[in-house]
């Protein structure tokens, strides 16, 4: 008997009937029971089931019910200072006998500590002898002017004056008798110089009115201006094709 051939085909995943991915179940990576031992884990604690009341001791502290100020520290009372308004005494209320400042007299006591004492004086009233008193006032004297040199017992600087002018031996004094600059009349200066463009402006000599038969801008042909010259060819744009060319026979009549 002759064996079958059996041709190998590629291996097609639609076709395989394997378990998926959800059948595979990796360690967990939480708690410490059946941990991945892959994986590192932290210390794990557990709350300890209460002990029967024969083996718990006899403790008769009370819990934590004790209100401690939270400005109670270890080294004291840590606390901002506060004022409060006490009430009015019973004394205060009637008029006080203590003397004002105004009572003391400081400037009577004697020198202490051989302190030294400046001069005092006063203002006393006029005494009955003087009473019209003969003696000129401040305003009845005149002091003498300090400026200038007139002051025999003031120094004083040096000042000048300006005398006028003379006309006879003075050196301003013309004996010559010659014009002077001003006598003279000066020439233009166009005469020795090249003379310079001047212009002058004319006043109108005829009113314009519209009404005259004035020509527009339109009356003119600026493009005939070189009809005596000679002239460029020019060229236009004719039509597409020849008038003597076949035309295109579409429908043919039988």
């Known amino acids: 008997m002759e064996e079958e051939v059996v041709k190998k085909r590629p291996i097609i995943s639609a076709r395989e009937r394997g378990p998926g ?64 308004i006490l009430g009015r005494g019973r004394g205060l209320g009637q008029q006080s006998q203590t003397p004002g400042p105004g009572t ?19 203002m006393s009233t006029r005494t009955r002898f003087r009473t019209v008193d003969d003696v000129p006032a401040p ?8 400026l200038g040199s007139q002051v025999p017992h003031k120094p004083s600087s040096a000042s000048f004056t300006f005398s006028g002018r003379r006309i006879v031996g003075a050196p301003s ?18 005469v020795v110089h090249r003379r310079q463009p001047s212009f002058s402006m004319q ?5 314009p009115s519209y009404l005259s038969t004035i020509p527009g801008p339109g009356t003119y042909s600026p493009e005939k201006f070189y009809l005596h010259l000679p002239k460029r060819p020019s060229i236009t744009m004719g039509i ?6 076949t035309p295109l026979v579409v429908d043919v009549v039988k």
């Open 240 to 245: 597409r094709h020849s008038e003597f060319v």
């Open 21 to 84: 991915p959800g059948r595979y179940a990796l360690p967990p990576t939480v708690g410490y029971i059946n941990h991945d031992y892959t994986k590192p884990s932290s210390p794990a604690y557990t709350f300890h089931s209460r002990q029967s009341s024969a083996m718990v001791s006899v403790d008769s502290s009370p819990g934590p019910r004790y209100n401690v100020d939270a400005h109670v520290t270890r080294f004291g009372r840590m606390q901002t200072p506060s004022y409060s």
């Open 139 to 146: 305003n009845s004297y005149v002091l003498p002017n300090l």
């Open 104 to 122: 003391y007299s400081p400037e009577r006591a004697p020198p202490m500590n051989a302190h030294r004492r400046p001069p005092s004086y006063t």
């Open 173 to 190: 004094e013309d004996l010559s008798k010659s014009p002077g600059p001003a006598k003279y009349s000066s020439i233009h200066p166009d």
């Open 203 to 207: 006043p109108r000599t005829k009113r």
